[in-house]
């Protein structure tokens, strides 16, 4: 994420590294989305990564985080990057926002999904045999273009690949600020009694720092304007259709709560895909232009 946009071309990285050739998803306006290609534009998400989470949001990184002011572990080796890229913007190579994708068919078995760092994954994977499914986190915006344009063609980003790879399930972790649980406590009550995955594919946490969420609250009532307070990713993938497992996991390290958001495919509302295109047509750009650097 040196300088957004140069005359000179610059070179592709090996296919034996993992990047995808060059290829413009979308674009809307200003701004391109398509995967990294390189390993310095990885490391400009995680530069990006690093501005967020710890500057803006307040984490506590590690001491080699702090030195090199990058967000990094060791996922990101076996992941791709999505990227939006402002084409006007003159630093770290114009890229703006970025999701982390994992796909299953590319995933490494000594690591697995990140999200098991928190959840076991076991009920979902064993109740969808032969599906396909694709991990999606380290989402973040820079805050210079933390607009709808920017989160609608990151979205459309995710959906294309989607489309294109027939994913069966998307599935991460969403953040809400903060490690109390009363500080949300209306959000997680809302998200128990309206949101919750069946019960035969529900992903129990994996720490001792976590909380049924419905039993979040001590009222049991709710308050439907409780949604409105919901961090606007998960109000994104609920409207999509998506559920989430039955506990929160306190990361203390991240000053986050975090709840795990499964979304079907087969199952997202057809007002969405009509809005993307079944076929990922809304920002999609001409062939000619798709492949230009």
């Known amino acids: 994420m040196q300088t957004a946009q140069s005359t000179k071309s610059k070179p592709q ?9 060059h290829r413009i998803i979308g674009r809307l306006g200003a701004l391109d989305v398509r995967l990294a290609v390189s390993p310095e534009e990885v490391e400009a998400a995680q530069k990006l990564r690093y501005q967020v989470f ?54 490494c ?6 999200s098991q760092n928190e959840f076991d994954l076991t009920p979902l994977l064993s109740a969808r045999p032969g599906q396909r499914f694709l991990e999606l986190g380290r989402s973040c915006i820079a805050e210079s273009h933390r607009s709808r344009r920017t989160m609608e063609l990151a979205w459309h980003g995710v959906w294309s690949l989607v489309v294109e790879r027939k994913i069966d399930v998307m599935f991460g972790c969403a953040s809400f600020n903060g490690t109390d649980p009363q500080s949300h406590a209306e959000c997680f009550s809302l998200l128990g009694e309206t949101a919750l995955i069946d019960p035969q594919q529900d992903c129990p946490p994996r720490h001792a720092a ?26 994104g993938y609920l409207r999509l259709g998506a559920k989430v ?22 199952k997202i509302s057809q007002k969405y895909i009509d809005h993307y295109g079944a076929q990922a047509s809304r920002f999609a750009v001409p062939v000619e232009q798709a492949l230009k650097r």
Do not use: W
């Open 109 to 114: 078995a000594s690591l697995g999904f990140y």
């Open 245 to 266: 497992a039955s506990h929160a996991v306190i990361d203390r390290q991240f000053g986050t709560t975090d709840v795990l958001i499964v979304l079907d495919v087969a």
């Open 210 to 235: 976590a909380f049924a969420l419905q039993q979040s609250t001590s009222s049991g009532s709710i308050d439907r304007r409780a949604f409105a307070k919901l961090p606007p990713l998960l109000k």
């Open 13 to 21: 990285a090996p296919a034996s590294q993992g990047y995808e050739p």
């Open 54 to 107: 710890f500057e803006d949001m307040g984490a506590k990184p590690s001491e080699t985080a702090q030195a090199s002011g990058l967000d990094q572990d060791a996922f990101d080796d076996h992941c791709e990057h999505l990227l939006v890229i402002d084409r006007e913007a003159e630093y770290n190579h114009g890229i703006v926002g970025t999701y982390r994708l994992l796909d299953s068919s590319k995933m």
